[in-house]
């Protein structure tokens, strides 16, 4: 049995080759012969993916749903969001600090703020929050996407906040890791896979920093708690439909152009997305339209891009988020309120205008407020990066930094000696990697002989490995033509490709 961790593994199997008299290329020119194209590989890999892909199930009515949401709810935090977590970390109550208020003049005031995500991490966020609070009113939570260095400060985003506050609701501006004030080099998102090494999900710091925003929300003296919304573009879509999915908290959701199905990822590999996006056993049982049909029946507007130059292009994602789960919403009697917007100026990578009075019009629908058919006019309200600095410490934790900090708490158990012990111990410590690497182990169906060569005393043969699970490998052969059966072998493995 052979387990081909990639479809690129190239296996040398070496026998008895001691005895072989051999020239130093010689070897090396017979490896150097393509065995199969790459884009077969590729293609091979993406029927392989696509077969696995989890389907939308089919349901007799909402109460069904319901009950299957919560399970899948509870399964995602309890044993892939937080796994691996401490569990006071995750428990833990908001910790806030305000370092500074400002009078705008213009019918709201910024509050600036920072919080711990866990404990020597903090983050920080700007609350647009209107100056004559009467009552309860709708609060929003702004997360950022890939925005580069203004992170919070980029113009499209305080224009958004600023329109939400001038007309009465509360708008939470969220920074985000690697951007902004959190712009550090060991705040990289691929780090978060030193997380992962360490044994904690990636995921759930990126969930806890987004979460918190909404305890502050949730916490706000003038906070309506049935009126929450989420909304964010790119990285900010994608986090908007996992919180707003795993937290029942959120009343509505406007995910802009932040995520695709599986099925999507596997045929545009543009749409895959960052590490975090692409987190540890995610969509193992359930998809990003499992997800979106998790929101039903709360009201949920998808915003997608129709040439969008980064990924997600609305015509193209539609069938499997919007499209297959329409059906969820009408088990509920509310199609009314899963909306559809594709964006065609300037139909790029954007939330631009259009996409704002979108949003605009879907949270005052379903918030009770008066309608909206533009946007306040705001450009000389908007603040510089300097402006909106909230600042925070200088050894402030960084992903990397958490990383090494939970990798230095792992005590392993000493080696048994030789004898029983260590045999069982092996054993057991094989079988706990084969399922900690999700191993699945795969025959040889087919070895399609391709090519040989027999000369100077050295004998190979070039063959491709079909393999039971539908993907391939190849692999060479090579012996010295004196070697007797049953000489030693080595196994050689190359993941270059």
């Keep these: 049995m052979i387990s081909i961790r990639r479809l690129t593994a190239f296996l040398v199997l070496g026998a008895g080759l001691a005895g072989a008299q051999t020239r130093p290329n010689q070897v090396g020119r017979i490896l150097e012969i393509p065995l199969q194209n790459p884009e077969v590989s590729a293609l091979e890999l993406r029927q ?142 691929w780090f ?48 908007t439909i996992v919180l707003s999915a795993l937290d029942e908290r959120v009343a509505v959701a406007v995910p802009v152009a932040g995520y695709a199905s599986l099925i999507s990822r596997i045929e545009r590999p543009e749409d895959t997305g960052d590490v975090e996006q692409n987190a540890t056993d995610f969509v193992v049982g359930q998809d990003f339209p499992h997800l979106t049909a998790m929101r039903a029946p709360r009201p949920t507007l998808l915003v997608y891009n129709a040439e969008d130059d980064c990924c997600f292009r609305a015509p193209l994602v539609k ?14 009697g509310r199609d009314d309120r899963f909306s559809w917007h594709e964006n065609t100026d300037p139909a790029d990578h954007n939330y631009q205008l259009d996409n704002r009075v979108q949003s605009y019009r879907f949270f005052s629908k379903h918030f009770g407020l008066p309608s909206v058919d533009e946007e306040i006019a ?64 795969a025959s040889v169906s087919h070895a399609w002989a391709l090519k040989n060569t027999k000369e100077k005393g050295l004998e190979t043969r070039s063959h491709r490995l079909e393999l039971s699970n539908g993907l391939s490998a190849t692999g060479v052969w090579v012996k010295a033509s004196t070697a007797p059966e049953g000489s030693p072998i080595t196994l050689v493995l190359h993941d270059g490709g």
């Excluded at 969930?207 to 049935?226: I, N, T, V």
């Excluded at 069938?319 to 509920?332: G, K, Q, T």
Aim: aromatic share 10%; charged share 25%.
């Design 378 to 441: 705001v450009d000389s309200e908007i603040k510089n990066y300097d402006e909106l600095v909230v600042g925070l410490p200088k050894d402030n934790m960084t992903i990397l930094g958490l990383a090494r900090k939970l990798a230095s708490g792992i005590r392993r158990a000493p080696i048994p000696p030789a004898g029983p012990a260590r045999e069982a111990w092996a054993s057991a410590q094989r079988e706990r990697l084969a399922a900690l690497v999700r191993f699945r182990a």
């Design 319 to 332: 069938p499997y988020i919007f499209d297959a789960v329409r059906p969820f919403f009408r088990l509920f």
């Design 192 to 239: 978060g896979g030193h997380l992962d090494l360490a044994g904690a999900n990636a995921l759930g710091l990126f969930y806890l920093a987004m979460r918190k925003g909404l305890d502050y929300l949730e916490q706000h003296p003038a906070a309506d708690r049935s009126r929450i919304g989420v909304t964010g573009l790119s990285g900010g879509g994608w986090q």
């Design 48 to 189: 392989y993916l696509i077969k696995r892909v989890p389907k939308l199930p089919s349901l007799s009515g909402p109460e069904q749903w319901t009950q299957e949401a919560r399970r899948i709810r509870k399964r995602l935090l309890e044993d892939v969001v937080f796994h691996g977590w401490q569990k006071e970390w995750v428990e833990a109550p908001l910790k806030v600090e305000e370092t500074g208020v400002e009078e705008t003049g213009h019918g709201y005031r910024l509050r600036k703020l920072r919080y711990e995500i866990v404990p020597g991490f903090q983050s920080v966020a700007i609350l647009y929050e209107p100056e004559n609070l009467r009552g309860k009113v709708p609060a929003i939570l702004n997360v950022n996407g890939h925005v580069g260095a203004p992170g919070k400060a980029v113009e499209y985003k305080q224009k958004r906040c600023i329109n939400f506050a001038r007309r009465g609701m509360l708008a939470l501006n969220l920074e985000w890791l690697n951007f902004g004030e959190l712009a550090q080099a060991g705040n990289a998102h």
